[in-house]
C-alpha cells in the first residue's frame, strides 16, 4: 500500500484532520499521543512529518531501516531532543493510521541511544531566556489576545484563547523561575489573589523547597493580571490552571501535559519572530541570570516593571 499519494498540500491537511480528530479519542478508545497537547504540538509533529517526507523524499508507512538512515543523515542537523520529537511525530502517524510502529524497533532504540550520547550538540535549553525576547513574545501574544473579536465583546477564539493561556505560561515561567513540571501542575486553588499584595502561589512541597511564592502586581507584563485574565476566560473555581485547548476552542478539564510547555514555547517564539529557541529552562532561568546580552540586567528589568524590594536571590520565597 502506498501511503503517500498526493501533493504536500493535500497531505498537511489530511495530516491536521486526523491528529485533531484523534485529539479526543486514539485507537480503541484510548487518548492518542497528541491528546494532552494542543495545536502547538500537531504543528511540531507536522513539520516532522513533512520533514520526513518532502525534504528526506522518505515515504509512510515507512520502516525500521528508513528511520536510522534518516537518523544518521540528520544528526548533524538538529538537536537529539529535536530527533526524538521527530520520532514521537513518526510514532503518532502509524498509530493513528492503524500500522505497526517502527519506532518502536529495538535497532532504532539503540541507535537513537547512540545519538544522545556521542552528540557534541549543545543544548539550547542552557541560554537564559532575555528580557527582550520575553517583551517581543508577550507583546504578540497579548496583541492576539485582544484583537477587534475581543473588543467587540464576541466569545474568545481558540486562538485567542491559546494566546491568553500562553501568556500565564510565559510569564509564570520567567518572574518564578517555575518548571516545566510546575507550571503545569498548579491548581487554581493554589493561587491566592489580592489587589493589596499581588498572587501567592503555593506550591507542592514535593516539587520545591519553596513552599509559597509572592508575586506583585508589575507595570508591564505582569503574571498576575495575566492569570487573572486566563481564570476569568475558563470559567472555572477549581482544577488545574494550565489546560489543553482543541481545535475548536474548547478548553478540557485536565491538565496541560508538561511535554507540551516546549512546544508551545517554540511556537510563541516563532510567531512572534524570535530567532533564539525558547524553553522552559531557559524560560525559569531568565531573571535569575543576572546579566543578559543588551542593555538590561535584573536592576533595570526590576525597575522597569515596578517590582520593588527584590531580594537578591529567590526573591519571592517565603520560608
Not at 21 to 38: D, I, M, T, V
Not at 73 to 94: C, E, K, M, N, Y
Not at 161 to 179: A, E
Amino acid at each position: 500500500m502506498n501511503g503517500d499519494r498526493g501533493d504536500k498540500s493535500s497531505s498537511e491537511q489530511t495530516f491536521i484532520n486526523e491528529v485533531f480528530l484523534n485529539e479526543r479519542q486514539g485507537p480503541k478508545g484510548k487518548p492518542s499521543h497528541s491528546a494532552y497537547s494542543s495545536l502547538n504540538t500537531v504543528r511540531s509533529y507536522k513539520n516532522a512529518i513533512d520533514h520526513y517526507r518532502f525534504t528526506y523524499g522518505k515515504q509512510l508507512p515507512t520502516s525500521a531501516a528508513s528511520i536510522i538512515e534518516y537518523l544518521s543523515v540528520s544528526r548533524d542537523s538538529f538537536s537529539p531532543g529535536t530527533l526524538q520529537i521527530h520520532l514521537s511525530a513518526l510514532s503518532d502517524w502509524h498509530s493513528n493510521q492503524g500500522f505497526a510502529d517502527p519506532t518502536k524497533d529495538e535497532a532504532v532504540r539503540e541507535f537513537m541511544d547512540h545519538i544522545k550520547r556521542t552528540s557534541d550538540h549543545v543544548p539550547c535549553r542552557r541560554q537564559a531566556v532575555t528580557f527582550n525576547d520575553l517583551t517581543i513574545m508577550d507583546d504578540c501574544l497579548d496583541e492576539d489576545a485582544h484583537d477587534e473579536h475581543s473588543e467587540l465583546f464576541l466569545p474568545s477564539t481558540g486562538e485567542q484563547l491559546r494566546s491568553i493561556r500562553d501568556r500565564v505560561i510565559l510569564l509564570l515561567g520567567y518572574w518564578c523561575s517555575l518548571s516545566a513540571k510546575q507550571i503545569v501542575g498548579l491548581e487554581i486553588n493554589d493561587l491566592e489573589i489580592s489587589k493589596a499584595r499581588g498572587m501567592l502561589i503555593n506550591l507542592s512541597p514535593s516539587t520545591n523547597h519553596r513552599a509559597k511564592m509572592l508575586v506583585p502586581y508589575l507595570k508591564h507584563h505582569c503574571p498576575v493580571k495575566a492569570t487573572e485574565e486566563w481564570i476569568a476566560a475558563i470559567f472555572s473555581n477549581g482544577g488545574p490552571l494550565l489546560r489543553p485547548i482543541n481545535r475548536w476552542g474548547e478548553i478540557k478539564n485536565e491538565k496541560l501535559h508538561s511535554q507540551s510547555i516546549n512546544l508551545i514555547l517554540d511556537t510563541v517564539a516563532n510567531n512572534a519572530g524570535v530567532i533564539a529557541r525558547i524553553t522552559s529552562t531557559g524560560l525559569s532561568n531568565g531573571l535569575t541570570a543576572n546579566e543578559e546580552a543588551g542593555s538590561w540586567d535584573r536592576e533595570s528589568i526590576l525597575a522597569h516593571v515596578g517590582w520593588q524590594g527584590y531580594p537578591s536571590r529567590h526573591v519571592m520565597s517565603i520560608r
